[in-house]
């Protein structure tokens, strides 16, 4: 016969004291165990929050942090569904510290009276995590990558039907007129849609990924492993600090007025970015065509000190050289036969003065053994250019044209392999808009949409924190695996 045991009440109370604790989601322990957000918050935020006010906070503040952080990390989109998340999921409210749930005014606010602070957060995570990017591969981790993108505000003017009433208006003015077919309505809408949007003239009209809408415009750096570095807002505030930028009318191209804003944020933005973190020495730049131009390599390699730009070059100015005949990668070529290019003999070569050189021989070059048993370049060119039997040889000193050698030749293989690596910044600035839902929030405040960016790049590095704690580097992007 079994025995029975008399339960005491305080054995129940310790079963389900242990119940409470344990039976939590397992992604939330380990959130819980292996993240201490007291540690990345700085004293000048904690100071600003609890402020005093003659009103005590109801809300802590790690609180708030981490129902917005986790309301990115779990992809929902809107404050009001975390809201409904955080009052049917006592593990949530828990976990965040709260004894009631906040409404949607309190995280808005927040988000606006707070920005500034949420931005020294987001630059301490910053240096916090330059150690464990250095330690996962160096290589990646010492490259810079920039571009740019904007997140599409919720305003009339982004209504596709908005855009296709000018077009409409323009195609039957251009019928009634009998332009000719030459006559493109689109790029005539183009002109004469408004330059920002009624609700808020901070929203810009721009041509982003081949269509018009009234946006927000950000840039965003990355190393090469993808993990956000920077995250600058081009809004008027930006535009007050650096009074030197001049932002001129728009033309009739949009693609040009997209490359010619780009090409002058770019310099001001990188130089922000080393002034606030001078610990971080990358020396290797990678950026899309739009930065293709002499002053914009001089300031990377002179001012910011890169040891090498990969940028593709801009179609509409070709690379010249007096001297000699080269291709469209800069390479020179033979003088009797512009197809056949010149061969690049060994790494990159160091004069007695110091200064870098490539050196480039003839390529019907050979190194033969002759009669004294040693090998000796020799040129078995039929129709040879020059005297000398090894054939001709050209030096390129980079530091003279930097725009055709931007510390490294264009069309190799070291070129193809590192220029793929720029798709990094591509990818986190979508995983910013879909995953952490940048892109589906319905609002035109700027200060929200900043501070969300802000949000965004806050949970992308706590992941990057995450993932070394538990020595997991493959989540270091997302942590999606370990919820599933």
Known sequence: MIPH?????????????????????????????????????????RNHF?????????????????????????????????????????????????????????????????????????????????????????????????????????????????????INRLKSYAKVMGFHKSYDPYKAAYTSMPSHAYANPAIKQLY???????????GMITNGLGIVRDITFYNEDFLKQHPDITVDKKSDSPDEDKSLHDSKALIPTLIDFFNKHPLIKPNVFLGDAAFDSISIYKSLFKDLHFNKA??????????????????????????????????????????????????????KMKWDKCRDGKYHRISHCDNPCTTSKCGRMIYIYPEKNLRAYPGTLRGTTEWDNTYKIRVNVEKAINYFKDSYCIAKRKTYNEKTL????????????????????IHEHKYIRTLKPLIA
């Open 310 to 363: 990969y940028i593709p070059l801009n179609q509409r100015s070709k690379l010249k050289s007096d001297d000699y005949t080269i291709n469209e990668d800069g390479i020179p070529c033979c003088p009797h036969d512009a197809s056949l290019a010149m061969k690049r003999e060994g790494n990159t070569s160091h004069l007695r003065c110091g200064i870098s050189t490539f050196k480039f021989v003839c390529p």
């Open 450 to 469: 900043h501070a969300d960016l802000f949000l965004s790049g806050i949970t992308q590095l706590l992941t990057v924190v995450l993932a070394d704690e």
């Open 50 to 166: 609890y402020a005093s006010t003659g009103r005590p906070r109801k809300y802590h503040l790690k609180s708030m942090l981490w129902a917005l952080i986790l309301q990115r990390i779990l992809s929902i989109p809107t404050d009001s569904l975390i809201i409904i998340f955080l009052k049917y999921s006592k593990e949530l409210r828990d976990f965040c510290g709260f004894n009631k749930v906040p409404d949607a005014s309190k995280f808005t606010h927040f988000k606006q009276d707070f920005l500034v602070d949420l931005q020294s957060m987001f630059d301490k995570l910053v240096d916090v995590t330059e150690p464990i990017c250095q330690n996962i591969d160096k290589s990646l981790a010492s490259m810079t990558i920039f571009d740019t993108s904007g997140i599409e505000a919720f305003v009339t003017e982004n209504n596709p039907k908005f855009a296709n009433r000018v």
């Open 208 to 218: 982003i990924n081949g269509h018009f809408c009234y946006v927000f415009k950000f």
């Open 5 to 45: 045991k008399q339960l005491s009440l305080a054995d129940v109370f310790s079963d389900c004291q242990y119940k409470f604790q344990n039976d939590k989601p397992e992604f939330l322990s380990i959130l819980q165990n292996n993240i201490n957000l007291d540690e990345f918050i700085p004293i000048s935020f």
